[in-house]
Structures are given as structure tokens and as C-alpha cells.
């Protein structure tokens, strides 16, 4: 461990051997876990791995040993009356299990072991109290509950209460009615903190919707929300039992395009006048008793109207290139924004009159806030470090004194920061506004396919920055811009699926959409590593259509059971949340019609499925959409390469489905130690290794190359 983390570790060290060795309450406990938590978090952004091991210390009368693994090195700490003596730094073989027997015989641990895990992880949501939301306030105060909670069950638990109520539209328009900005500051502040939290890397999916919600309570509703939200309420309540109402619900949620226009329209045109005849010509000669009686409403007639309209506005994509463009403004101005809302350029000003009107402390207090806002940049970029050099050195002036030199200063502190701007600009700003501009004109060009393409790059791209925490809100911001491409994706998507209908399907292109959407999966938080197996036999130029068939029906099937993975929580939260079923669905429709890649996917297999039963006639022919690659046979893989296996399970390469290359349980093993379970050492080699015949054209050194 570095200097600094030592430090940080043993203060926690000294705070457990107190509430430890002493009679303290809940709380207390409680405040010096999450203390515990925060340094876990601290040490594992460096280290990959950090923690107590197997969540226990143990404890003698006048001691207390602390076993700690970073990495895969076990580090135990004696700690009395507060002070920490490291007495066993060892490296551990990566499967070993780390056993209290294991423990004293290698450091000499002994004392009666305290388990943490319960206070970690146990939580009873039977006794839990009902989470209340009324306001933007109980929004902050349960977001600071959860980035101040050390129990992650509890967190998680609250999280997802706030996730379903902020999914029900009337809920986002009660609180927009009480939007106060001090409390939209608040609640910005606590969900950047909440998102740089080690909570939010493990449920992705969850953090991208209170993303989605958190811009639609602070700022005006986006077309497509209304849509969405128009549709559920008229299938699940004004017109229920309608097979036209719940098309548009179905055709706005998978499949928006020319067609969900032209049901609209002709379902308002029916609503108006009682004629059925553009109604005949999508396919719906005979509406349905519901339908009658919905004429009869004003309610149902105004939002099919506005449904419509919307649809009109949102396929010309217009709306959806606005928010972009206010995403850049919001992206740009909050690189240069200091705490207190000012930016480094307002900063600046004030510093320099300041520095003409002789106010040495206002000069102080404006140079600490633009000081504070550079040392957010220090550890990503080099330029930062310097510039906080030079603000110390102005910080030792004294503007008040005869000997002060007043146009020197202002003109360094008009470099310093100036530079500043101009570096952070061109470091986090520059790449990501070309490239959004380049899909934006790609989409103004008709290019559907392209701009498919280049936001799955910019995602991916966007997924490497996350991980980055440049600067506070940067995760936030990726996080909001994530969300945006992923919509506007699914529009571009819904084109494409347009042009199909009017010129035929294109199906290789269809297959290449399947096999990215399900990529684009890991980044909204539903990775599956089963359909990432079954898309990359979409890449197979060898298979027949009939084998592409049952693999787009098995990914068609899996569609369901991640749908049913995310609402199931939901559903048994149902009492808690004191949702009657109404609220439930509409919470649920809302979560779901969010998931636009799996909703993408699930469309396409659509497709795919349709094409070859209706178009191809020898379904025993093979696709023949390119030629694949031999595996490299000498592509051998061994336990304890951490970094390689972590490299070779989240790629996004379609060739190296792992099942294939190393068989069942090679890619098992493989799995587990990417999972960090315990298993033993060993080199796995790919199956095409005993057909390659290398042990009789003696290739003993191009093995021993590859070992090494």
C-alpha cells in the first residue's frame, strides 16, 4: 500500500479497536463501518481488490489483528490502543482460501473473531421503516442515507424504492410542481456523490434510471417520456381491452417509426369522425368495443392527439438533437464550474478587481475557489499541477502592500487559469464533442446504419471514461450522455427497421444490429454473458439459417429473462412501496421502455426470425456472410492471469466467444477466476490445440513462447 493509504487505513484501524473493545451503540458502529467502506473504496480504485478478509477481525483483550488482502498479497495489521503494526506482508497464491487456521499460522492471528458481515450485508426489509417521497428534499435526505449508508442491502433496498416511485409519471410531475433550485442543487450534489460511490459500479442499471429520472424532474418533459407515458395510460386505463392502443404501446416502445405515424394518425382521424377506412389500411378494419366507447372521451381523443404530434416532432429527431446540443452546454460549462455555481472565468474577474481595489482577503477567497476547482483535475491532467503551484505563489501576495506588483499578478493569474480552461477544453471536451457532431450529421444525412455504428463506438468509448473520475461530476455527465445515445440509438434503429419495410430486409446488417445491441448491453447494466455467446454465433459464416434461426430465437428468449430479472425485485417491493397494481404496472411499462437496446434486440430477432421462415426457402444453406478466421491454437490462457482473463471476458471482439475456443469447462474456469472465487492454477488450452497436431510438427518452443 502507498503512504497515503497505509495512513487512511490505520486511522480506521483505530476507530474499530475502539467501538470494537469498547461498549458503543448502533450508530457509532455503524459511522466507523462506512468509514471502513469509503477507505475500501479509496485503496481498491489503485490496488483492483481491497478488503478485510472474510469480513472478520479478531480481537484478545488488549489487541486486535486485522487481516487484509490487496490484491493478492494478505497484509495483517496488529493494532493496540490504537496503533497499527503491519506483522505479515505475503503474497498468496490465487486460489488459496484464507482459513482463521490459515491466518494464525502465517501472522500468528488469534483472539475471538468479530464477524462484520452482518452489519456489512444483513438487512431485514420486513422491519424496515416505509421510505417516504413528497419532494425534491426527501429525494436528498434518502440519497444521503444511502451514500452514508455502510450496510449495501439497506442502500440498495432504498435505491430501489426512489427508483420505482421516481418511474411513475404523476410522482416526476407532483415533484416538478415544488421544483425549488437550492434543493435541485442539493439534489445534484448528493447524486454526483452518490455516483462516484462503489454502490454505483455494481448496480449500473439501476443508477441509469435515477439518471433518466433525475433530468426529467429538473428539467422540462422530453417528447419521448410524454409518448411513452400517453401510451401506458390509455392501454392501462382509458381504453383498455384495444388492439389498436395497445399497438401504439407496443410500436412506440420497440419498434417507433413511419408505421406507429400512421396508426396514430388514423386512430385520431377514427376518434373524430367515426371513419375506418385509414384504419383498414394499417390493419384494423373492425375497432373494438373500447375503441367506441373511447369517442365518447375528451381525455382519450386530446392525448391519441398529442401522441400523434409528438411522434411527428420526435421522428424528425429535432428534439432529441436539442437535448444533445444541452448536454454539450451542460458538459461544457460545468468543466469550469466552481463550487459555488461561478465560473473559472467569473472567478477570475472578481480576483482581478479585487487585486485593483487592494481587498486582500476577497483576492484570497476568490483564488481558493479557483484552486479548489484546478485541484479537481490534478490527478488526470499533467498541466493541473503546475497551475496549482502558481496560484500557492499568488496566494503569498498581498494585494494591500506598496511593494505589490498589481499588473504582474493579473496578468499570472490571467495565464494560469486561462491555460487551465484552454487544456481541460481540449483533454475532456474536444474528442467527445467531434464525434457527436460526426453522428449528428450522420443521422442529418439519413445515414441510419452509421450513426448506429458510431454511437456504439462513442459508447463504448464513454464506458472506458467512466472509469476514469477525472473530475467529480464527470461520471454523472457520461452517465446522462450514455442515456441520450442509447435514445437516440433506438430511433435510428427504428429507421433502419422503416427502410426494411419499405425495401426489404437487408439481412446480414440485421444480424450485425442483433450482435451489437446485445454488446451495448454491459452498458446499461444487463450484461449477459450467455447472450453475448449466442450474438457472436451470429458472426459464424458457416451455420445455416435454420441454425440462425434457433440461435435468434434462443436470444429472443432470453429477452424475457432479463425482463423478468429486473421487475422481480419490484414486484416484492410492491408492499413497501404502497403501489396499488395500477402503480406497479405503470412503474414497471416506464422502468422497461427504458431498456432500448434489449427492447432493440428483441425487435431485430423479430426480424431475423420473420425474414427466414417468409424469405428463404433451403433453410439447410449456409449465410455466408464472410469468412471466418482459424483459432489460433497456441491461444493458451493460464489462472492467475488476472488482467488477460479480464481483458478476454469483457471484450467486445465477437470472434472470442470463450465457449467455443476453450469448451465448457475451460471457459468455466476461465469465468470463475474472473470472478475471483477460489480455484487452483492451471493453463487452459483452447479445443482446437489436439486437432492442430503440434506435439507431431514439434512446436515445444512456440508453446513455452506463449507460457511465457
Request: proline share 3%.
Amino acid at each position: 500500500m502507498t503512504a497515503a493509504e497505509e495512513m487512511r487505513i490505520a486511522a480506521v484501524n483505530k476507530e474499530l479497536f475502539s467501538v470494537y473493545h469498547n461498549e458503543v451503540d448502533i450508530d457509532t458502529r455503524h459511522n466507523v463501518l462506512y468509514k471502513y467502506v469509503r477507505a475500501k473504496q479509496f485503496v481498491a480504485q489503485r490496488a483492483g481488490h481491497f478488503g478485510i478478509v472474510n469480513n472478520r477481525i479478531f480481537i484478545t483483550p488488549k489487541q486486535m489483528f486485522i487481516p487484509y488482502l490487496v490484491r493478492d498479497t494478505l497484509v495483517v495489521h496488529e493494532v493496540t490502543e490504537g496503533k497499527t503494526t503491519t506483522v505479515l506482508t505475503h503474497s498468496i497464491a490465487h486460489g488459496t482460501i484464507l482459513t482463521d487456521k490459515l491466518l494464525n499460522r502465517l501472522a500468528g492471528v488469534r483472539g475471538d473473531p468479530i464477524e462484520l458481515e452482518s452489519d456489512l450485508f444483513d438487512f431485514d426489509a420486513c422491519r424496515a421503516l416505509t421510505v417516504h417521497f413528497r419532494r425534491i428534499q426527501d429525494m436528498v435526505d434518502h440519497l444521503t442515507h444511502i451514500n452514508k449508508s455502510a450496510n449495501r442491502n439497506e442502500a440498495v433496498y432504498v435505491l430501489r424504492i426512489l427508483v420505482a416511485r421516481l418511474s411513475l409519471f404523476s410522482f416526476k410531475k407532483q415533484l416538478k410542481t415544488k421544483n425549488l433550485q437550492s434543493e435541485v442543487h442539493n439534489l445534484f450534489k448528493e447524486l454526483v456523490r452518490f455516483i462516484n460511490m462503489p454502490l454505483s459500479d455494481r448496480l449500473p442499471f439501476l443508477v441509469r434510471i435515477l439518471v433518466r429520472d433525475f433530468a426529467a424532474v429538473v428539467t422540462k418533459p422530453k417528447l419521448i417520456d410524454q409518448i411513452w407515458n400517453d401510451t401506458i395510460d390509455l392501454s392501462e386505463i382509458h381504453i383498455r381491452g384495444s388492439k389498436i392502443v395497445n399497438e401504439l404501446r407496443r410500436s412506440t416502445h420497440h419498434a417507433m417509426g413511419k408505421h406507429t405515424l400512421k396508426l396514430a394518425k388514423a386512430y385520431m382521424k377514427y376518434l373524430d369522425t367515426g371513419e375506418t377506412d385509414e384504419l383498414a389500411v394499417v390493419g384494423y378494419p373492425v375497432p373494438a368495443l373500447a375503441d367506441e366507447e373511447a369517442r365518447k372521451v375528451e381525455h382519450s381523443k386530446k392525448a391519441v392527439k398529442r401522441i400523434a404530434e409528438n411522434l411527428q416532432q420526435l421522428l424528425g429527431i429535432s428534439e432529441t438533437t436539442a437535448r444533445i446540443h444541452d448536454w454539450q452546454l451542460d458538459y461544457k460549462s460545468t468543466l469550469v464550474r466552481c463550487e459555488f455555481g461561478q465560473s473559472l472565468s467569473n472567478e477570475l474577474k472578481a480576483a482581478v478587481e479585487e487585486i485593483q481595489d487592494e481587498n486582500r482577503w476577497m483576492y484570497y477567497h476568490h483564488l481558493r475557489i479557483i484552486k479548489g476547482r484546478i485541484l479537481d483535475f490534478v490527478s488526470h491532467l499533467p498541466s493541473a499541477k503546475g497551475s496549482v503551484e502558481k496560484l500557492e505563489n499568488l496566494l503569498k501576495l498581498k494585494p494591500d502592500e506598496d511593494s505589490f506588483d498589481r499588473e504582474g499578478a493579473g496578468e499570472e493569474l490571467r495565464s494560469c487559469v486561462n491555460k487551465f480552461i484552454q487544456d481541460v477544453g481540449h483533454t475532456f471536451q474536444d474528442d467527445v464533442f467531434n464525434e457527436l457532431e460526426n453522428l449528428l450529421a450522420a443521422y442529418d444525412r439519413n445515414e441510419f446504419y452509421t450513426t448506429f455504428e458510431r454511437i456504439c463506438r462513442q459508447r463504448k468509448s464513454l464506458r472506458d471514461a467512466l472509469s476514469e473520475r477525472a473530475f467529480p461530476e464527470q461520471r454523472l455527465l457520461l452517465f446522462k450522455l450514455d442515456c441520450l445515445l442509447e435514445e437516440m440509438a433506438y430511433l435510428a434503429l427504428n429507421q433502419i427497421a422503416s427502410e426494411y419495410d419499405e425495401k426489404g430486409v437487408d439481412f446480414s446488417q440485421c444480424l450485425e444490429i442483433i450482435h451489437a445491441c446485445v454488446l451495448n448491453l454491459t452498458h446499461d447494466g444487463l450484461h449477459s454473458r450467455q447472450l453475448r455467446d449466442l450474438a457472436s454465433m451470429l458472426k459464424n459464416p458457416n451455420m445455416t439459417y435454420y441454425e440462425i434461426r434457433n440461435v435468434v430465437e434462443q436470444i429472443h428468449r432470453n429477452y424475457h429473462h432479463i425482463i423478468q430479472r429486473v421487475i422481480s425485485p419490484f414486484e416484492k417491493l410492491r408492499q413497501k412501496i404502497k403501489f396499488n397494481e395500477e402503480e406497479l404496472r405503470e412503474a414497471l411499462a416506464n422502468i422497461k421502455r427504458c431498456m432500448h437496446d434489449l427492447n432493440s434486440m428483441a425487435h431485430f430477432t423479430d426480424i431475423a426470425r420473420t425474414y427466414i421462415e417468409e424469405e428463404v426457402e433451403d433453410h439447410t444453406s449456409t449465410v455466408g456472410l464472410g469468412s471466418a478466421s482459424p483459432p489460433d491454437a497456441f491461444d493458451i490462457i493460464h489462472l492467475s492471469h488476472r488482467e488477460k482473463i479480464k481483458q478476454r471476458v469483457e471484450s467486445d471482439n465477437s470472434t472470442l466467444n470463450l465457449r467455443n475456443l476453450y469448451g465448457g469447462k475451460g471457459s468455466g474456469l476461465i469465468y470463475i477466476s474472473y470472478l475471483n472465487l477460489p480455484t487452483k492454477d492451471g493453463f487452459i488450452l483452447p479445443t482446437s490445440f489436439p486437432l492442430s497436431n503440434a506435439y507431431k510438427n514439434k512446436k515445444d518452443e512456440k508453446i513455452d513462447q506463449r507460457q511465457s
